[in-house]
């Protein structure tokens, strides 16, 4: 018995949760005239598959993904999506810097916002994980992104309850 709880428990271990995460543009507020979003943005990471979410009054605002100079100038000249719904999901498919604006005149209200996104970091291989682990401030050290931890303490939770109560 103590054999299959232990082979749960290694199995919880290795299986890597790594989940999107949805960035609401500027949280509660939402995308509005007189924020400040490269505050709120600089406060994010963003990765390759995160999502960035725009929520705002369908009818008065909009959102275009435009280039830099589109971004500096408040032009939805250079635009290579635009979303209108009041509640957008955007799927942030590259590392690279995305501009969005507000396209109907809110950007020159600070209604934009520019993002960079970070390619995905490889997985350690078994041999320096260890090793990872034992540096401060690595990114190995850190807190697995949201999930894995839950993930782990559900399949205890069921090892637990299914060995512990006689069932086997």
């Known amino acids: 018995m103590s054999l ?21 543009v500027g949280a509660n507020r939402g995308w509005n005239p007189g924020m400040n979003y490269t ?25 275009f993904e435009v280039n830099q100079t589109g971004y500096d100038n408040c032009t939805t000249d250079s635009a290579t999506g635009n979303w209108s719904s009041g509640k957008d999901f955007i799927l942030l498919d590259k590392a690279k810097r995305y501009y969005f604006i507000c396209g109907n005149g809110g950007c020159f209200s600070g209604m934009k916002v520019s993002v960079l996104v970070h390619p995905l970091p490889t997985p350690p291989s078994a041999s320096t994980a260890a090793a990872e682990i034992s540096k401060p401030n690595s990114a190995a050290a850190r807190a697995p992104r949201s999930g894995s931890m839950a993930f782990v303490g559900l399949v205890l939770w069921i090892g637990w309850i299914w060995l512990g109560s006689g069932w086997i």
């Open 4 to 24: 299959i709880l232990l082979l749960l428990i290694s199995a919880a271990a290795t299986i890597s949760s790594v989940t999107a995460t949805d960035h609401i």
């Open 39 to 63: 505050l709120w943005a600089n406060n994010h990471t963003f990765y390759v598959n995160d999502l960035i979410s725009f929520r705002y009054q369908k009818n008065q605002y909009n959102v």
